[in-house]
């Protein structure tokens, strides 16, 4: 349960660069194991171990965590940075959102897939 809170904040708990390439995965015998996307991002981390060590067990309000193994892995996919962030997608003004919406989707030729996405961004939008 305890990983499970943290990956709701942990942008918050760690900050967006390190957030951006780590995700929580499990807390056992006292040990956090954090997935990691590069081998670059690991080796960083293991300098702010210490760091992160602190922040987990502030959030946490106990000494739950005494170290980190970090593994490299793709990260899921709800924590990758997401297409709608950084693609043709990416998150606007509202007042234009429906708008450009429907120019993106123009170079889909088939007219059912069309209205398939166009549904599936505007449920994701809110729109």
């Known amino acids: 349960m305890a990983v499970s809170r943290m990956k709701r904040c942990w942008k918050e708990l760690v900050g967006a660069q390190i957030a951006a390439h780590t995700c929580p995965m499990e807390i056992r ?3 956090l194991t954090i997935q990691v996307d ?4 690991r080796h960083q981390l293991t300098f702010l171990k210490k760091e992160v060590i602190q922040k987990v067990n502030l959030y946490l ?3 739950k965590v005494n170290d980190i193994h970090f593994r490299v892995g793709p990260l899921p996919v709800s924590l990758q ?4 962030e950084s ?3 990416r998150r606007i003004q509202d007042d234009t959102l429906e708008e450009s919406i429907e120019n993106k989707l123009l170079s889909i030729q088939d007219e059912e897939l069309r209205g398939i996405i ?3 961004i505007l449920q994701y939008t809110g729109v």
């Open 38 to 41: 590069t081998s670059v991002w």
């Open 81 to 84: 940075q997401s297409v709608w």
């Open 87 to 89: 693609g043709p997608f």
């Open 118 to 120: 166009r549904g599936a």
């Open 29 to 31: 015998f006292s040990t």
């Open 61 to 63: 309000k106990e000494e």
